[in-house]
């Protein structure tokens, strides 16, 4: 702690100054910077003294009011909407793909029903539309498709 005041006490003219300062005698240690500025271009350069590359673009897009997502999400949303075949679970509406969530991890239609707030008649068409959509003969279907595709653990 004694280093840590001793740097910004020689640089509190700057935070820029105390920032690059701090990196080079801890690199890994975390910063918290304060500021009175509002300008975007200034936390920029505070990002670029501290932060990777990955982060600095983002928040650069962000600040412009653009959106930003990351090369793997690209990649992976480029593969999904390139692929011609769907798998079973997203054949599902979003409230049948919670339920179905619900049975692979093993709770009762009485307990999905009281988590999400809705009949325990209603957990049972869904689980109905379950079967007919997914080709599906029982709860150990279910279970095991889920565990497959990694939608639980």
């Keep these: 702690m004694k280093l840590l005041f001793s740097i910004f006490q020689c640089s509190a003219k700057n935070g820029l100054v105390a920032l690059k300062e701090l990196k080079i005698v801890k690199p890994k240690l975390p910063v918290l910077m304060l500021s009175i500025y509002s300008e975007g271009q200034y936390a920029v350069r505070v990002l670029q003294a501290s932060a990777s590359e990955e982060l600095v673009k983002t928040v650069e897009k962000i600040y412009l009011g653009q959106k930003y997502i990351t090369t793997s999400l ?39 029903a009281e988590e999400l707030l809705i009949s325990v008649k209603t957990v049972s068409t869904s689980n109905t539309k379950i079967y007919e959509k997914m080709n599906f003969e029982s709860r150990s279907d279910i279970i095991s498709y889920a565990i497959k595709n990694k939608l639980i653990e």
């Design 74 to 112: 690209a990649e992976k949303l480029a593969d999904f909407s390139t692929r011609g075949d769907k798998l079973a679970h997203e054949n599902l509406s979003i409230r049948e793909f919670e339920v179905f969530k619900m049975i692979a991890s093993g709770k009762t239609f009485k307990e999905i």
